[in-house]
């Protein structure tokens, strides 16, 4: 076993916890809201501009050259290919990426906040720690629900989303990143823990995003309920 792999087996719950949310089973057989998948959508943009420069901060810290370069093209990438997605889909409901005027869900800065921290404070094997359950999250989710295309007749709703995160290139992009992490483990013991514990809290927050865009998660309002309740007290 390696890190990577020790850190998998740790988060599999919350792994099969998002397998089981109901985004997810209704993204796989189609059912799910379009209102809610592009509320999703619109989130997980503002996610992607942030995980990116995560990614690249995390990458100009990298210690080895070439480990560093592949993490910089993973970032690279990251904006290009998913954010062409992001713009495909959202240009398919008559909106424009650059003129989307949501805000990111409290989840969403929460989850980003937390990754830019570590890439620019944390030693770096930690930084890269929380930045892999995203990429593996996202190529096991790719590789089980790309199989509900098979024989598909295009009626699918979500056919390209699924076709993205079910490419092998994404999930070889995945197991290099994580050969990183484990080298770092490796030749920082000391930095294991920390390792761990980054790698948890990124998978419990990817339960949460997902769960965040289900439930329509907003910013509270002046005069809310809880506010009021709050200032009554």
């Not at 619109?42 to 070439?66: G, N």
């Not at 062409?84 to 989307?100: K, P, Q």
């Not at 620019?120 to 929380?130: F, I, K, T």
Request: with cysteine.
């Amino acid at each position: 076993m390696n890190f990577s792999a020790d850190a998998w087996a740790a988060a599999r719950p919350w792994y099969d916890a998002i397998r089981r949310h109901p985004f997810l089973t209704g993204l796989a057989d189609g059912t799910l809201d379009r209102t809610v998948f592009l509320r999703y959508i619109v989130d997980d943009a503002h996610y992607l501009s942030r995980y990116a420069r995560a990614l690249a901060t995390t990458a100009a810290r990298w210690p080895e050259p070439a480990h560093a370069a592949a993490l910089a093209r993973f970032a690279a990438g990251a904006v290009d290919a998913e954010r062409l997605l992001h713009a495909t889909l959202l240009a398919d409901d008559g909106r424009d990426i650059d003129a989307v005027d949501e805000e990111p869900t409290p989840t969403c800065l929460a989850y980003v906040n937390t990754l830019q921290s570590d890439a620019a404070l944390a030693p770096a094997g930690v930084a890269l720690a929380g930045l892999l359950p995203c990429f593996r999250v996202y190529t096991e989710i790719g590789r089980e629900l790309v199989t509900v295309l098979d024989g598909d007749d295009g009626s699918h709703p979500y056919a390209a989303w699924l076709r993205t995160y079910g490419d092998p290139a994404f999930a070889a992009d995945t197991r290099l990143a994580e050969s990183f992490a484990n080298d770092q483990a490796d030749r920082h013991p000391g930095t294991v823990e920390a390792m761990h514990a980054a790698y948890a809290r990124a998978t419990r927050f990817e339960w949460m995003f997902w769960d965040a865009a289900w439930r329509g998660e907003t910013w509270p309002k002046h005069g809310s309920p809880v506010e009021s309740e709050q200032t009554n007290i």
